[in-house]
């Protein structure tokens, strides 16, 4: 029997997880503030202005701009909203999330004031305990999700049976779910990724190769496992679906905002120029300065970060910014 589940966000990945959803024959309420979006999917079952890839929404999506009807009922409440903007959204929605809902984030992000990973922010904003939060990440790159390619994901939750829940609740015959109680290590994976996806798309637009994409993407997996460990996080969740499975969608596909930003600065694009053309939020960019915060805070090196933060605030290039990667002196692995 399916579920009431409603979707905070109505952009290309909430619209597409949202038709998983109704997929796995769930009722699903998207939720947007724009008008247009809201008519597209209630009226004619198509976001043209976010998914317009998908021609025909499943019949079982609705939407609304109102939000105490969004959420009224609703057995899952699903956040797709941009990080960066999810304290001052979620605000709006305290007191009317019905107590009992399971609360899940799509969002990847370090919250850029705080330095706070997306379930810190979402369970304070709700002020929601812990037992009532998930998070969702993976390779799931919204296009391939909406025209249904099979995929797979995580959904991390400190009961175990509400993220069996959630797993059930979107496992279609194309998307399948996969549990685990390791939220912090979900959430650095999903988060921190995406700077190393900034640098693999500046080195591919710069023009290098295989080798040099190979060598950003596993010092990347190294700094991150690295920070994740050092926050409390299982090191063997960065080997998975959600760390080395994400990092490879999302460093070799154009169809990463990441990836294709980075890929616009590597070809000589400034941060501005580049952010004109990006289409939809590249979360790595404001990632960037909190990963390299975390590190300090935390007392782990992360020099992909850094010289990432250099490339976005100061303006180095492409080479400059892989000269930096590594020091003269010979060190282990």
Known sequence: MGRKVTVLGAGAWGTAFGQVLADAGNT?????????????IRDHHHNGVRL???EKLPDAMTATGDRAEAVKDAEIVVVAIAAQFARVALTEFKGLIPETAIVVSLMKGIERKTNKRMDEVVRETLDLPAGRFAAISGPNLSKEIADRHPAATVV???DIENAKKVAETCTTSYFKAFVTTDVIGLEMCGSLKNVTALAVG?????GYGE?????IETRGLAELTALG????ADPKTFAGLAGVGDLIATCGSPLSRNYTFGSNLGKGMSVEEATKVSNGVAEGVPTTDAVVALGDQLGVPTPLAYQMSRVLNEGISCSEMLAGLFGREVTAE
């Open 229 to 232: 460990a050092a926050a409390g």
């Open 156 to 158: 991390a939750c400190e």
């Open 28 to 40: 699903v309420t998207m939720w947007a503030m724009e008008p247009e979006i809201v008519e597209g």
């Open 52 to 54: 317009p890839s998908v």
């Open 202 to 206: 500046m080195a591919r637009g710069a």
């Open 211 to 215: 080798n040099t994409a190979a060598m």
